[in-house]
């Protein structure tokens, strides 16, 4: 049974098998997961990685993330190491993901790696996600559902508002607990972290017990979310500001910025994962209210404060 939008299902016990079905028919679909909600297809089928890229106009060099129910099923398509193993068994299912080495026999599509010889995977910790995987015989490949560059969808709102029913089939999950994407770590090498998120440097290195890198130049597209610029919101955001521009929406962050008609506090309490919760989301209703440009005020630059900066500097890229 669908709900009040033309293309968002409940995810109950028979929304879910109809998307099992969807996803085995090769169609792509929306599905909610802990970070963002993502545009999920079997990770298999060129067919269905190819709709994928079409549907977000994503050039075909940018790899897709693969997600997976288990271990053993991830065993078939990748190189296990110990490093892995280790983060694995504390953060696992959560919003990281791995870079790993492909298995020659692996039958993910040659697409959705960017023809590489590794791939981005991780276990998504969001029930709705996690249920849909265990059902289905494949990984599923499900980049974030919004057009290439543009911001993340929290909601399945923001997909139906991104997509205007090109997508038959969106399950929703409710509001996305995290709100920003997962933290992409290549373990091929040297640990080193290509996108920052909500699980820390801190915390990778206090489980592997060694020195993790972040990546700051890119040479070469390993991962998504190394490009210069990402996560658009469609106007000029221009970071560390005192004041906000003539016609411009005011990004803030703590108890010392007073409530005005064109501020939008991300976390009054001054906590970071509320505000990286609130981050796109404020974005959208800006862009929505029709402001020239965003403006953000400084934002400490520690924790998952090191993910919000990095999208921001992305979003603000000329």
Not at 208 to 217: A, E, F, N, Q, R
């Amino acid at each position: 049974m669908k709900n009040i939008y033309l293309n968002v299902y409940k995810s109950n016990l028979a929304n879910m098998q109809k998307a099992k079905k969807s996803v085995e028919n090769n169609d792509v679909i929306g599905i909610p997961t802990e970070t963002v909600y993502g545009l999920a297809g079997n990770a298999y089928s060129e067919t269905s990685v190819k709709k994928i890229f079409k549907l977000k106009k994503r050039p075909r060099y940018n790899p897709l993330i693969l997600h997976y129910a288990s271990l053993n099923r991830l065993k078939k398509d990748a190189v296990i190491n110990k490093s892995f193993i280790k983060l694995y068994k504390s953060l696992c299912p959560g919003p990281i993901t791995f870079i790993l080495n492909k298995k020659a026999k692996s039958k993910i599509s040659k697409i959705a790696n960017a023809r590489k010889k590794t791939i981005a995977i991780r276990f998504p910790k969001h029930k709705v996600a996690r249920n849909l995987l265990k059902i289905l015989s494949v990984p599923l490949a499900a980049p974030s559902a919004n057009i290439f560059s543009k911001l993340s969808p929290t909601s399945a709102q923001d997909v139906v508002d991104e997509f205007n029913g090109k997508i038959k089939m969106i399950l929703d999950g409710g509001s996305c607990k995290i709100g920003l994407e997962s933290t992409i770590l290549d373990l091929t090498s040297r640990p080193t972290i290509l996108r920052q998120g909500s699980i820390t440097q801190k915390k990778i290195e206090g489980i592997l017990k060694t020195k993790v890198i972040v990546k700051k130049k890119v040479n070469r597209i390993k991962s998504p979310g190394q490009l210069n610029f990402h996560y658009s919101p469609g106007l000029p955001v221009l970071m560390n500001k005192v004041l906000p521009s003539k016609n411009g929406a005011f990004i803030t962050f703590g108890k010392k910025f007073k409530n005005k008609k064109n501020s939008f506090n991300l976390s009054q309490k001054g906590n970071l994962k509320e505000a990286a919760n609130n981050l796109y989301k404020t974005m959208r209703k800006i862009k929505k209210l029709n402001y020239k440009s965003i403006n953000v005020c400084v934002i400490p630059n520690i924790g998952i404060g090191c993910a919000i900066n990095d999208r921001l500097k992305k979003a603000s890229f000329k």
